[in-house]
């Protein structure tokens, strides 16, 4: 079954109104990814985080892994209409070789 | 520039035919990912590969078969036993130490009809 969970599915904002995507796992992961999608294209590699607690900022987006390392979300300050896509978190569930396991994404909208 | 490369863009085909979509990578990855994605959903891994000349199935290999002879090279043969085979194809690279830092490629829309 799904074992990474995402919340909302779906937001559409106006521009200026903040974002915020959240990440929740079945088990402790001992890294998450998140990755953006824009519509038409491909996922494209955002961020890593890897320690419980942490967080980390790239310019209007904030991301954050929970005390647990069960738990993840992404924050965007401000939205512009160049944040329009698909936000998806990706953690490794596999055992042996590490490969990642996606969500199922946040779409997100962002009206003028 | 450096980068993924796969072709075509978009392939229509008709039930029952085998087809192979393309993925070409001058990044010197070792590691290569065949993902499909279906409209609102997220990324499913289908094939991967560590080195050359070895690959492992994925969560949805079923249908599917891959082949990795050279290092820049990793195609998809989506097969007649896939049931459902209209979906975006995904192909993906890495280096050995950042596996979760994936390249993708634009991607291939498939049609079977």
């Known amino acids: 079954g799904q074992q990474v969970m995402q919340i909302p599915q779906y937001q559409h904002v106006q521009e200026g109104e903040d974002f915020t995507t959240y990440c929740n796992s079945s088990?402790?992961?001992?890294?998450i990814q998140w990755y953006k999608q824009r519509p038409g294209g491909h996922p494209v590699f955002l961020i890593q985080?890897?320690?419980?607690?942490e967080v980390k900022k790239q310019k209007r987006l904030t991301f954050q892994f929970g005390e647990a390392k069960k738990n993840s979300s992404l924050h965007i300050t401000a939205t512009q209409t160049t944040d329009v896509g698909t936000y998806f978190c990706?953690?490794?569930?596999?055992?042996?070789?590490?490969?990642?396991?996606f969500g199922k994404g946040t779409m997100l909208l962002v009206s003028p | 520039d450096g980068g993924i490369t796969q072709s075509p863009k978009y392939l229509f085909r008709k039930e029952g035919q085998n087809v192979t979509l393309s993925c070409e990578q001058n990044?010197?990855?070792?590691?290569m990912y065949w993902y499909r994605q279906d409209p609102g959903q997220g990324l499913r891994l289908i094939y991967y590969?560590?080195?050359?000349?070895?690959?492992q199935k994925g969560d949805i290999a079923e249908g599917y078969s891959v082949s990795r002879e050279k290092k820049e090279s990793f195609p998809l043969t989506v097969t007649s036993a896939q049931k459902n085979p209209t979906a975006f194809y995904l192909c993906?690279?890495?280096?050995?130490?950042?596996?979760?830092?994936?390249?993708f490629g634009p991607g291939t829309r498939l049609t079977v009809t």
């Open positions: 993906a690279s890495s280096i050995p130490d950042r596996v979760y830092e994936q390249y």
């Open positions: 088990t402790t992961l001992s890294n």
């Open positions: 985080l890897v320690k419980s607690g």
């Open positions: 990706a953690g490794p569930f596999n055992s042996g070789y590490s490969t990642l396991t």
């Open positions: 990044l010197n990855h070792d590691a």
């Open positions: 590969s560590q080195i050359v000349n070895d690959f």
